[in-house]
Nanobody, 119 residues
Framework: HVQLVESGGGSVQAGGSLTLSCAAS??????MGWFRQAPGKEREGVAA???????WYGDSVKGRFTIFVDTGKTNLTLRMSGLDPDDSAMYYC????????????????WGQGTQVTVS
């Protein structure tokens, strides 16, 4: 299993920026990503990155969010800019060790989440 701990959430004004981090430890992960869930809404994929640095982004965040992971796959970063109140949600770091990446894949390991509030 992979242990994931998110940090960096907080409150920001619309148009502002925020960077989320996820510290990962444990077994090898081929795919890591960020998901979010707002109250009353379904969880949605925000960004994902695989072992070849191929990236996936949700339609609503393309051009505003960027996902990075270090070479050791121990630190996953989500840089968010141009934040909008609709981006307010609990953001979760997730990982999977199996082949394949992207939001349609099953992520087996999840962090506890970090709250992002945009006003």
């Amino acid at each position: 299993h992979v242990q994931l701990v998110e940090s960096g959430g907080g409150s920001v004004q619309a148009g502002g920026s925020l960077t989320l981090s996820c510290a990962a430890s444990g077994s090898v992960r081929n795919c890591m990503g960020w998901f979010r869930q707002a109250p009353g809404k379904e969880r949605e994929g925000v960004a994902a990155i695989d072992a070849y640095s191929r990236r996936w982004y949700g339609d609503s965040v393309k051009g505003r969010f960027t996902i990075f992971v270090d070479t050791g796959k121990t630190n996953l970063t989500l840089r968010m800019s141009g934040l909008d109140p609709d981006d307010s949600a609990m953001y979760y770091c997730a990982a999977r060790s199996f082949v394949g990446c992207g939001f349609s894949r099953i992520f087996t390991d999840w962090g506890q989440g970090t709250q992002v509030t945009v006003s």
